[in-house]
């Protein structure tokens, strides 16, 4: 069932307000494929906490014994090590990673203060030959592309004028794709990849002006894996997050991290879950700190205040895997996959309270717009739709966040006949539209969804 007053073309929905349909509980919760049994995802799988094919991701669960001796897990950040990371002497903070608005003639500069509207949302196919389950993607701070990682060794470029992608690099079958992100005002992303056997973490380096990708010497992580990097609003900034197993359970790394020089000296500190994404936002004091979800074997909420300390949220919290800051750095959203709980990182606490946090079911990661005003939470297949919530800044109540899913998944061009993920949503810079990725890498089901988004009552695109 879809909301009332729903105009509905190829891809087009238009929102309303919610019905029973899609209300809270109404959709079966997805439930991601383990890759080995194409059983139903178990919570306690850390192989598949991002939908990934067990063949194809790095195994942070039991199977791997590591001596972790040595590693100064837990010797705190030094301040020098913790002083912001300057990425380049020429970095320009309206191209930043952080996601900052074009203001040209051709876009149009929202509040980002106010609440925006009900997004009308429109979804068009890319034809993904040759991908499987693209995990991430992210734009070049001018618009002009987007990179696109494949579930392993490939990297893809998408043209949003052919709306087209492009494979530009392959890296080898053994590295499953993680993230990436533009630096150094976009003549540089950093992609993090992992290899399951041995266990091991590498960084990789796209060069925007000679099209390139390599290894980044130096910078592998023996027996973990690296899971998300972060940069600070301004730009400037960056830090890294790993994570390795440490007996019963693990130990989560933060590096300060500059794409010339690599990682610095090391924060670490031992958690019950293993740590899988950080972002950029305040501590109860206005000092940067960065807010960590945790959604490998169990689940919990931390962050590293301005001192750089760990903090650990007491609550108890289901498995949180993904989560997204608001590029404005005033606060982040994490999404609870195993409770469909968003829960939100503001001034150095997590709200975590069933009282106050809205409940989405079957979702698994957020992403903001560039501006701040919109993010978009994403799950599975949910009957014949994918399932897409739309959450609009300042407006934190469950009857505000409403549904966006896209319609038809089922039929072509998309033609999914099995479970599938959407791992991410890369909104373009200076507009509110973009694309997202996913698909599934299960042994018995290999697909691929790159998607393309507009918001069409919002600020369009310029292709």
């Known amino acids: 069932m879809y909301p009332p007053g729903e105009v509905r073309g190829v891809f087009v929905v238009g929102l309303g307000l919610l019905v029973a349909g899609c209300a809270e509980g109404a959709a079966p919760p997805f439930e991601a494929r383990d890759a080995g049994s194409d059983a139903s995802l178990d919570a306690r799988d850390a192989d598949a906490v991002d939908g990934d094919a067990a063949d194809t991701s790095a195994d942070t669960g039991g199977d791997v014994t590591l001596d972790v001796a040595g590693d100064a897990a837990d010797a705190p950040l030094d301040a020098p090590a913790d002083s912001p990371t300057d990425v380049g002497a020429d970095v320009a903070a309206e191209a930043a990673v952080d996601g900052a608005v074009d203001a040209s003639a051709d876009h149009a500069v929202a509040d980002a203060s106010a609440p925006a509207s009900i997004g009308v949302y429109q979804y068009d196919a890319v034809a993904a030959y040759g991908l499987v389950d693209p995990k991430a993607a992210a734009w070049h701070p001018s618009g002009d592309y987007a990179l696109v990682l494949n579930a392993t060794d490939a990297v893809y470029r998408y043209d949003p004028v052919a709306r087209s992608l492009t494979k530009i690099a392959s890296v080898g079958a053994t590295v499953s794709w993680r993230a990436v992100s533009f630096v150094a005002g976009g003549a540089t992303a950093v992609l993090l990849g992992n290899v399951a056997s041995a266990p091991e973490g590498r960084v990789y380096l796209y060069d925007h002006a000679a099209g390139t990708v390599a290894l980044m010497a130096g910078q592998s992580f023996a027996g973990g894996s690296y899971e998300a990097l972060a940069v600070a609003p301004e730009g400037g900034a960056a830090r890294l997050l790993g994570q390795k197993p440490n007996g019963g359970g693990y ?60 903090v650990v949220e007491p609550a108890s919290v289901g498995n949180t895997a993904r989560l997204s800051a608001r590029p404005q750095g005033d606060y982040a959203l994490a999404v609870g996959w195993s409770s469909g709980s968003l ?54 109540d469950r009857a505000d966040i409403v549904s966006v899913s ?45 998607i393309r988004f507009a918001v069409t009552n919002g600020i369009a695109c310029p292709n």
Not at 413 to 428: C, T
Request: charge should be negative; proline fraction near 6%; glycine fraction near 14%.
């Open 406 to 450: 896209i319609p038809n998944l089922n039929a072509a061009p998309y033609a999914v006949s099995d479970a599938i993920q959407l791992h991410a949503a890369a909104w373009r810079p200076g507009c509110e539209g973009g694309i997202l990725v996913g698909g599934s890498s299960t042994l018995s089901y290999q697909k691929a969804l790159v």
């Open 343 to 396: 829960f939100r990182f503001e001034r150095g606490v997590w709200q975590t309270a069933p009282s106050i946090v809205p409940v989405l079911d079957a979702t698994f990661a957020v992403s903001f717009a560039t501006d701040g005003r919109r993010a978009l939470v994403l799950g599975g297949l949910s009957g014949t739709e994918g399932t897409l919530f739309e959450y609009r800044h300042a407006l934190y």
């Open 251 to 310: 130990l989560a790394y933060v590096w300060p991290f500059d794409p010339a020089s690599g990682r610095g000296s090391p924060a670490a500190t031992a958690t019950s879950a293993g740590c899988t994404d950080l972002g950029w936002a305040t501590d109860a004091f206005g000092a940067p700190a960065q807010p960590i979800a945790c959604g490998t074997n169990g689940g919990e909420l931390l962050h590293v205040d301005g001192s750089g300390a760990f």
